[in-house]
């Protein structure tokens, strides 16, 4: 069995982000090797996560960034276990890491982002790589791309929330801040849809039901049931829909008419919205 240096163990380490011990560990498994150590570390954080499947990793770090033209942009929670965890910076580079990839290739889903190449091995890979680092259940548990003309990010404090708002038209300066403020609504308020056309059939007729029996319970009239129920649908747009909302930042205006206010055919064409809770 070759010798394993105090040296060897500290590049490994610096490699990996391993502790000490499990870097010698894994030297010694692989015999001085140090492409069979990662692989041994590798294979150790796959152990750890079959160990931690029925653990909850309800803490971790929420990222939105766009692209240099602002055409583009990604969001993405990395979860781990404890809040000790998301608030190590190198956590945060780690979530950062996975963003850059992701915004460089725009894959269409979580799935995709995971089979993309990191370094020499997967974002998948290295996911499992650093669970055997960290300690922790780790995981890309939510990622969502979007382009538009213009892409607005915005991360709520503590990178608990992250959005992209897209607008249909290119804009700099105080719209894109406006744009930015509009995602902050997103976080805020967390609307279902951009408008009522995005609400789902679904989730239209329950909500004329539940308006129908809360008339009803109140003693209407069956005649007049219908119209208070799409009286009532239409405060839940109100209150749902992110266009139709009240600016949070100005309650005598809706978000479509703070828009407006720098552009008259400035308007959202989607949004994206991740957090922890």
């Known amino acids: 069995m070759s010798k394993i240096s105090a040296a060897d163990v500290k590049k490994l380490r610096d490699l990996t982000g391993a502790g000490m011990m499990d870097c010698k560990k894994a030297l010694a498994e692989a015999d001085g090797d140090f492409d069979k150590a990662i692989e041994y570390l590798r294979k150790k954080g796959q152990k750890l996560s079959e160990k931690r499947a029925d653990r909850e990793a309800n803490e971790g770090v929420v990222l939105a960034i766009t692209s240099d033209d602002k055409k583009k942009g990604v969001v993405l929670r990395l979860s781990c276990e404890t809040d000790f965890v998301a608030k190590n910076e190198n956590f945060v580079k780690l ?3 996975f963003a850059d990839i992701a915004l460089a290739n725009m894959p269409a889903d979580r799935d995709a982002l995971l089979a993309l190449p990191y370094e020499d091995i997967t974002v998948g890979e290295k996911v499992t790589e650093q669970l ?10 939510a990622y969502e791309s979007l ?37 902050m609504q997103v976080a805020a308020m967390k609307p279902i849809a951009v408008d009522k056309d995005g609400v789902d059939a679904d989730t239209v007729s ?6 129908k029996e809360q ?8 005649a007049i049931l219908e119209k208070i129920a799409m009286g009532k649908l239409n405060k839940f747009y109100k209150e749902k829909t992110l266009l139709n909302q009240q600016f949070v930042k100005d309650s005598k205006k809706s978000v479509s008419q703070y828009l407006k206010s720098f552009d008259g055919e400035l308007t959202v064409t989607d949004f994206k919205h991740i957090s922890l809770v």
Do not use: F
Not at 206 to 211: A, H, M, V
Not at 215 to 222: I, Q
């Open 132 to 141: 055997g680092v960290i300690g922790e259940k780790l995981e890309i548990s």
């Open 215 to 222: 008339a009803r319970a109140e003693g209407k009239p069956e």
């Open 95 to 97: 979530t950062r890491s």
């Open 206 to 211: 329950k909500e004329i039901e539940i308006g």
């Open 147 to 183: 382009e538009a003309e213009t892409v607005c990010p915005y991360i709520h404090m503590g990178n608990r929330a992250g959005v992209l708002v897209g607008l249909n038209k290119a804009v700099d300066g105080e719209a894109y801040d406006g744009g930015r403020s509009v995602a």
